[in-house]
């Protein structure tokens, strides 16, 4: 279907009665009529792709206390907005020492295997005493953040020499002590409320310039 059709034929479906001329595509292009008519189909093709779901971000940071090498972990973590318990859609940690043989930033969701993962969100926070996540990579455990398999460490190995019993060949702190979440940034997307009244507005206001016109 041409464009010169296609606009008839919307204005059809509005109930609106024009007087019509063949045209070319660009004296179209120039008409106001069409603007408006094109101006409705971006609008309708946003709230078709608008996504409601909403993610909050965020960071957290570990350092050494038990393990061979002395530093600090650091990542982001994306969960579903508001409070709750989630399994966890991003895992990333971002820097780390060098020692430990990564290159950064160290994206965990393409690993071989997910043991767990499991944070709750309470007014807003992650509560470190009920977060568990656990990685393998390699076919050894490389990175965990209060992992019930280690007793509640949280830890990131040294990629040559993982040992996936004792995990303290890199940075490693039994207790997770020093494990620290923040405040998280929310990015949200349109709501779909406003989404529909910026189409009604948009229909509105297509449907009386186009009977302005006649």
């Not at 019509?20 to 971006?42: I, N, R």
């Not at 997910?114 to 656990?134: A, L, R």
């Not at 779909?192 to 310039?209: E, F, W």
């Amino acid at each position: 279907m041409c464009v010169y059709t296609l606009e008839k034929k919307l204005n059809s479906e509005l109930g609106i009665n024009m007087k019509y001329s063949q045209c070319k595509y660009c004296s179209l292009l120039k008409s106001q009529g069409f603007s408006y008519v094109a101006s409705f189909v971006a609008v309708a093709s946003i709230v078709a792709s608008a996504d409601v779901v909403n993610a909050a971000t965020f960071s957290f940071s570990f350092g050494n206390e038990n393990g061979l090498v002395d530093g600090t972990v650091e990542g982001t973590i994306e969960l579903p907005d508001g409070d709750g318990t989630f399994s966890a859609t991003s895992i990333i940690v971002t820097s780390a020492p060098t020692e430990l043989g990564y290159t950064y930033p160290l994206d965990f969701f393409n690993s071989t295997g997910i043991f767990e993962n499991s944070f709750t969100v309470e007014n807003g926070m992650i509560d470190k005493e009920n977060t568990q996540f656990e990685v393998e990579f390699a076919a050894n455990v490389v990175f965990g953040l209060r992992t019930s398999f280690s007793g509640g460490a949280s830890f990131l190995t040294d990629s040559g020499n993982p040992n996936s019993s004792t995990f303290n060949t890199g940075v490693f702190d039994s207790d997770s002590s020093t494990l620290i979440f923040s405040v998280p940034s929310v990015e949200s997307t349109p709501e779909p409320t406003s989404i529909i009244t910026l189409l009604g507005v948009s229909v509105l206001g297509l449907a009386k310039k186009l009977k302005e016109k006649n």
